[in-house]
């Protein structure tokens, strides 16, 4: 493979444009795929590849290439239940996991999964929506969890804001955590002000697998969040919340998966599925790498968050 074809597929062409010489500096790094060079401690024109999470993406991506590009789009949580199916029709190319709400919500995540392949259903009881239900649907939603169809668990998790039931979210929250550490469920958690909390219990319950959904918490927890192999979702809010974009900035590329967590309506977005390909170009400009290589690590942290 030419050294011109791996650079021009892992870059932003606005980056490659500043450098003087890029296939000179290419081979002195010798930065790529077969090489044996220490990655971590090399910079790329500023750009720290051990940072940007790319060290491993690159040590064992022996197939980096433009013609690659053929990976699917990933939306790791979506209220998908929340479509027509003519809309689910649309998101097809797309892999999906359907969070869910409450019962009824997960029974249709379900069913949906059965007609479309793309959509892994995820069951779960939204932290809002805790202080209403019943203690007998609760008890229902866990028995549910061990039927063959459930793939993981979510929407599911603590929300800081809602303090009167704080209490009674967490008592929920946990029971779902070791329904997840028993039956070796990944999670998709709602942590909304309360990520501290969160990522507590999830140790506490030895979680394997987690998703931060909608990540604006503390940087430093990144760091946390990273050392106990969960990840991160970005939402397209990402163009107008602040907070947010400097997570994307901070973030690791093999702890970010996309989502859109629609359907919402936020700050005049109307969030679906189809906002994840401007998505997914936010994120390569963000990172000064190309839409191809972000897809290709997106769909690779997709299918280890599964596994
Ligand atoms: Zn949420
Ligand atoms: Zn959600």
Known sequence: MRYEHVYQSIFHPALLNRLQDPIRDVHELDAFPGSNSELGKMRFHNINLEKLGLKDYLKNSNNVSVEDSSEMLVDAHCHAYGFSIEELKKYKSIEMISVSEDLESSLKSIRISEEFSNIKPFIGLHPWKVPETPRSEVERLMKLCDSEEVIGLGEVGLDGRMGRSYGRQKEVFEKFCEIASEYDLPMNLHALDAWRDVLEILRKHDVEKAI???????????????????????????RIQRRHRKVLEEARMDMILTESDGPYQYRGLNLTPEMIPDLVRFIAEAKALSSEVVEEIISKNFRSFLR
Not at 212 to 234: A, C, K, Q, R
């Open 212 to 238: 931060l959904h909608w990540y604006s918490g503390p940087i430093d927890l990144l760091e946390e969040i990273f050392d106990n192999e969960y990840m991160i979702t970005v939402n397209p809010s990402v």
